[in-house]
């Protein structure tokens, strides 16, 4: 038993950092843009979504129990569906940029994430997703 826990912390220690595996075959493009306005939104939620999916769930489970066993089991599904759903999701919150770029122009993002208002120029960062960043205003002489 101690053998084999000193082989899988050696070979725990031989791990690398590398570059996730997430990221490959993914065109990363950074530039920078000047924020010209900012709106709160509200995202749409899929909690309804997740109740329904829950109870439908929870009711198909105790289909063979009888009627009060299934309208638990469908109460109980409806709770724990919304509940996971609304946990995964987080916040309804975020906010719309309006930004525009010499190199790709007038163009919006929205995003959870709010940046200070000290500055009015963000870097953006295109993958498989796009997050902006607060920079200096130097960045964004155009």
Known sequence: MN???????????CTTQGVDRADQNVMIKRFYAKVTSVQPV?????????IAAGSTIGFVDQLDGNHEEMIAGAVAGALVGG???AI????????????????EGSFTLIQKEQITDQSDCVEV?????????????SHCRF
């Open 88 to 103: 995964s999701e987080g916040s309804n919150d975020a906010f719309e940029y309006s930004l525009r770029s010499e190199q």
């Open 3 to 13: 053998k084999l826990l000193l082989g899988l912390l050696f070979l725990g220690g």
């Open 125 to 137: 960062t295109i993958a498989s997703e796009a997050h902006i960043k607060e920079v200096d205003s």
């Open 42 to 50: 509200k995202l749409s939620s899929n909690v309804k979504t997740g």
């Open 83 to 85: 509940l996971v759903t």
